[in-house]
């Protein structure tokens, strides 16, 4: 009877358990990334009652079969409480710093050791430092910076924190212009019409140029640049200086590239070869309209707002004058064995002794899954489960008090004999 109530209590204390378990997943139930927790129970050791033995040998008379052997179990003790890391429902938040990760994978955060923090929170802002920190728990998100050199991210590199340029310009040169309209094709021989050429340098400064064409004999017309810019310390026109047309008066394709080249004494990148595109242009008998059309330049613009590319995890600056320029790339770990990472708080989570070590890359490599822009993942409770479990948790550990309750009354039976 004793034997039976130590079982018993054995079995108190890990229904409570299994109720604590059940009440952190429903706790967790609107925590981002929370990953529900499971339960595991296992027999505790088996008394030895009699061994049996095995049947006696067929030339044995009378020859007898085998006796199992008879054990009465000692109770349960507590098996495992195992992370579920099924995928949680992604939740549109607008926010572009948000990130969920689909697939397996986990953000790498700064702690301050090398062994680094990993979460599947990806509620990240940009704080007053400019690096990239995950809300939660402040700490830096890492990836790899873009190379201010090449301007490309080179992930095989140590990883670092994000950082955003948050007071940055950023200008374009003109490498290519495009002229359109038409050549007023009852232009006397040595008439000119001239058209005025906007073209910024490296430091988003405009310059203009007056390019002028003028009427040869039949169906050409020679090109010539000047300026007045005191930027410009020198100015030529390279390549083909003559504009031909066909008799239909439709630009001949016989013509080669115009190149104009810009000396500057402003600091900016020199010397500066814009490609000249006459092709749209027309000679035909109405009024000149030749005139810019477009060109690939830009003045300068600030930094305006990020972006965030789905998939990769490309961070990317957006700028007031429209230009885009990478930043840096988030990373992300993955291990053998995720269920092996010990819970830290803040929802962190850190290796220990069967996890594995981090596999770190780009996310959508390796086993490594994508991320998602704007979203966050929710937990993985299900509620329908977790009450079941509660109800479970809840008549186990009734059972097993009435089992206790049982065998003192027994006892009191037992005592009362002597009366």
């Known amino acids: 009877m004793l034997r039976s109530m130590y079982s018993a209590i054995t079995a108190l204390g ?53 006796r199992n052997a008879v054990q ?42 090398q062994g680094h923090a990993y979460t599947r929170d990806g509620a990240i802002d940009v704080g007053q430092d400019g690096k990239l920190s995950q809300i939660n728990s402040a700490l830096h998100v ?26 940055s310009s950023l200008a374009r040169k003109t490498a290519n212009l495009t002229l359109n309209g038409n050549l007023d094709a009852t232009t006397a021989a040595a008439g000119t019409v001239a058209s005025t050429l906007a073209v910024f340098d490296s430091l ?19 090109l010539t640049a000047t300026e007045t810019d005191a930027d410009i310390t020198a100015l030529a026109l390279g390549g083909d200086t003559t504009a031909n047309f066909l008799a239909t008066g439709q630009w001949d394709t016989a013509n080669t590239a115009t190149t104009l080249t810009l000396t500057l004494g402003n600091g900016a990148t020199t010397p500066q070869a814009v490609t000249v595109d006459l092709s749209k242009l027309t000679m035909l008998d109405e009024a000149s309209t030749a005139a810019q ?18 998939d990769s995890g490309r961070v990317v600056g957006l700028y007031s004058n429209g230009m885009t320029q990478d930043i840096g790339q988030v990373a992300l770990a993955s ?9 830290a708080g803040q929802n962190l989570l850190r290796p220990w002794l069967n996890s594995g ?63």
């Open 14 to 66: 890990l229904h409570q358990t299994y109720m604590d378990v059940v009440a952190n997943n429903l706790a967790n139930v609107n925590t981002t990334a929370y990953k529900t927790s499971r339960v595991d129970f296992k027999a505790q050791i088996s008394q030895l009652l009699s061994a049996g033995n095995a049947p006696t040998a067929a030339t044995v008379t009378p020859s007898l079969g085998g």
């Open 142 to 167: 890492l990836g790899w910076q873009v190379s201010p050199t090449t301007g490309l991210i080179d992930t095989t590199g140590p990883l670092t924190a994000i950082t955003v340029p948050t007071n």
């Open 357 to 419: 070590d981090p596999q770190i890359g780009t996310p959508g490599s390796g086993a490594r899954g994508t991320i998602a822009s704007g979203y966050l993942e929710g937990s993985n409770v299900d509620l329908a489960q977790e009450f079941t479990n509660m109800i479970t948790a809840q008549r186990g550990f009734q059972a097993n008090s009435r089992v206790i309750t049982t065998s003192d009354e027994m006892l009191q039976e037992l005592i009362s004999m002597k009366r």
């Open 204 to 222: 988003g400064t405009q310059h203009n140029v007056t390019l002028t064409f003028t009427r040869n004999a039949g169906m050409s017309w020679a």
């Open 72 to 113: 009465v179990g000692l109770g349960v003790q507590l098996g495992a409480i195992t992370k579920v890391m099924t995928q949680g429902a992604l939740r549109s938040t607008g926010r572009v710093t948000d990130l969920a990760v689909q697939g397996d994978g986990f953000f790498v955060l700064d702690d301050g050791t």
């Open 335 to 343: 291990f053998v064995n995720p269920n092996g990472l010990l819970s």
């Open 293 to 310: 059309a477009s060109q690939d330049g830009l003045a300068a613009g600030t930094l305006t707002g990020l972006s965030v590319v789905s």
